[in-house]
């Protein structure tokens, strides 16, 4: 028996709803190379230099002759048993000098300093000029004390992040988040970057490697990193084909069920 034009209009539309409604491999693939170049190679551009903001924690070193002056300003590296109390958690929130709502961090004996809107080297500068006042020989280090940063959306653990280093990847902070789930949209990665004038939201494609190119691939103090989810969470029909087609299946295997229960009923009642 010859299939009806029907029939292959309802298998056409089966499969295309089965092809629609699950992530193709491509869409996982990270740093896909777009352009088909032949070179591996992407340098990786740099953005403007980070300025301090309000509430960010500086890692301060004041070295000098005077060990009890050296002392006196290293806590951080000076307190070892106390250093040892928080191995576990964030050194730098305990023992740096965080940037206060006018934008000064007080030091001892110096007292306050204004450092908000400077770039390390200006802070650097800054904080040495007043050091020289009261020791000679003095040499002063600034440093961000660790990156500080958000994951909100489609990762396996969402949540606020301190990774202890002055260089962290947007790939490193996803992978400290546990990674993206299946519907997560790596083409659509919001990172929200605070600067002193305000905010900024910029949206990254993580399946392109040329966002090694992007100065948002590093990520800053502060940042919120969000990740969309695919439009098949709203669908519901599943993430593999495989999926897809067994929710489809069901669904009409739930309709036929239904419509065999109905006409049962009709045929008594006659």
Known sequence: MRNSPKSYFLL????????????RNKDYIYLQNKEATDSNFYAL???????????????????????????LFNAFSGNLQMNAMVQNGDPYYMFGYTVNDSGYVELPVIGKVLVVDMTTDQAKSKVQAEVDKYFAGAYVSVNIG??????????????????LQNRLTLFEALANAG????????????IIRQYPHGSEIITLDLTD????????????PNDVIYVQPLKVRE???GVTGQQTLSTVLTSVSLLLNSFLIYTTISNFSR
């Open 45 to 71: 551009q740099r953005g403007s230099q980070y300025l301090i903001q309000y509430n960010d924690v500086l890692k301060i070193d004041i070295k000098s002759f005077d060990s009890e002056a050296t002392k």
């Open 12 to 23: 056409a539309t089966l499969l295309l709803l089965i092809s629609s409604s699950c992530v």
């Open 235 to 237: 669908l519901g029909t």
């Open 146 to 163: 660790g990156v500080r940063f958000a994951v909100l959306g489609e990762v396996i653990r969402p949540g606020k992040y301190v990774v």
């Open 209 to 220: 490697r040329n966002i090694m190119k992007s100065p948002y691939y590093l990520v800053r």
């Open 179 to 190: 990674d993206l789930n299946p519907v997560a949209n790596r083409k659509k990665v919001q």
